[in-house]
């Protein structure tokens, strides 16, 4: 039997909270037929705050790796003034990262899901056209 996709089938910005646990049991095997789908993409804030968040040199050097090998969404001005717009929909939640804005107006202006881990995108797909797909 195959193991199907994270996903309906759209591509995903991979979220940082994705990305911490895509070595996990119960995601592993679906991580990897998503990966062999080439349906993982990234913006430039997920891949900052990934980096920058990784623990030693070796840690830097590999996930630069993985994100030069996939398809980059570029923060453009029209992605900028989709996330605010989100914002001013959300009355500007504190609770919401300007990343995950960000991230999420990125993933809906190009009919891209964003996978994560994280509830945030669950509301914010409440205001932006995305597909959230959640990990367990």
């Known amino acids: ?3 199907r996709p994270l996903g309906s089938g759209v591509p995903l910005v991979i979220d940082t ?3 911490n646990r895509q070595r996990d049991p119960r995601v592993l095997a679906r ?3 998503t990966n062999d789908a080439d349906l993982f993409v990234s913006c430039p804030v997920a891949v900052l705050e990934i980096l920058t968040a990784t623990r030693n040199e070796g840690e830097f050097a590999a ?3 993985a994100f030069a090998a996939i398809p ?3 923060i453009t001005a029209s992605i900028t003034r989709a996330a605010l717009g989100a914002a001013r929909e959300l009355k500007g939640s504190r609770r919401l990262p300007v990343a995950d804005y960000l991230i999420a107006a ?3 202006e190009r009919g891209f899901g964003v996978l994560h881990a994280d509830k945030h995108f669950d509301l914010l797909a409440t205001v932006l056209p995305f597909e ?3 990990l367990p």
Do not use: E, I, L
């Open 132 to 134: 959230s797909v959640r």
């Open 63 to 65: 996930a630069d790796a």
């Open 1 to 3: 039997m195959s193991v």
């Open 106 to 108: 990125a993933a809906s």
């Open 72 to 74: 980059q969404v570029p």
């Open 17 to 19: 909270s994705a990305w």
């Open 31 to 33: 991580w990897h037929a």
